[in-house]
């Protein structure tokens, strides 16, 4: 796998060496220098939003090894007052259990939600505590704050967290990956991601997270949309019908977190 520090090593490294080639040997054309530096700056930017490439920080986002045709589901940025207990009452139907990466100051503003989901055999994880559009510009300081203290916010109000943690939009960068590794959480990606907040059209949500379905997917969908309670039923049924179970002994089993 392709980190950080490596290819910045081997980019240096190819940098200086037309550096000295065109200073000592014979001159580069003007162009040459301009497109290392926007090869530089596109990978920057891959690397930040692809959080399966693992480049910046190692992330979670499928379990291949996971047992039994397991699935994990995983729903961010809520609690939600009129989503998430709706989405709590498909998966209670379907006898399914899922990942909440929950925002901080959602649980300090719902927490009763919280508890349901946890009292419901459900994980509450870490999803920062504003969700902030700017978190990529963060220091690694305020990155650190942010999960500290939603990870404090979920101690408090379920009584236990689980070290889970997933970056706002996945986005990953250097001071991230320092925070995450600063407070030793583990941070999970996915590798079926729905665009439930984008698409309006149930049957194109589905289209996307039902083909191919194995065992270990994780599937990224919201419960702060009014459709994902539509999409999750019909989901549900799908996976089910076709031999999918949905447990979170495989999350869990990570770094053995069951108690």
């Known amino acids: 796998m392709l980190t950080y520090k490596t290819f910045r090593y081997l980019f240096g490294s190819f940098f200086i060496a037309t550096v000295l080639y065109g200073s000592l040997v014979s001159p580069l054309p003007f162009w040459v220098y301009p497109m290392e530096i926007m090869l530089w700056m596109l990978f920057i930017i891959y690397a930040a939003f692809r959080m399966r490439a693992g480049i910046f920080l190692t992330s979670i986002c499928s379990l291949p090894n996971a047992s039994k045709k397991n699935i994990i ?20 139907a379907m006898h399914a259990k899922a990942v909440f990466f929950c925002i901080g100051k959602n649980i300090v503003q719902f927490p009763e939600l919280a508890k349901q989901i946890a009292a419901e055999g459900h994980i509450v994880a870490n999803h920062s505590y504003n969700h902030s559009n700017f978190i990529g510009m963060y220091a690694a300081k305020k990155v650190a704050e942010e999960i500290a203290a939603t990870e404090q916010i979920i101690q408090q109000t379920i009584g236990r967290t689980y070290k889970l943690y997933r970056p706002p939009f996945g986005v990953t960068n250097p001071n991230i990956a320092k925070a995450v590794q600063r407070l030793s959480m583990h941070s999970i990606g996915w590798n079926k991601r729905s665009f439930d907040t984008v698409s309006k059209s149930t049957e194109k949500v589905l289209n996307r997270i039902k083909p191919n379905l194995k065992n270990g997917d994780i599937i990224l969908l919201h419960d702060t949309n009014a459709h994902t309670p539509v999409i999750l039923a019909e989901f549900l049924l799908f996976a089910n019908a076709n031999g999918f179970i949905f447990e979170l002994n495989d999350i869990l089993d990570l770094n053995n977190l069951d108690e």
């Open 73 to 92: 589901l995983t729903f961010d940025d809520g609690p939600h007052p009129v989503y998430t207990p709706l989405i709590l009452e498909a998966l209670k």
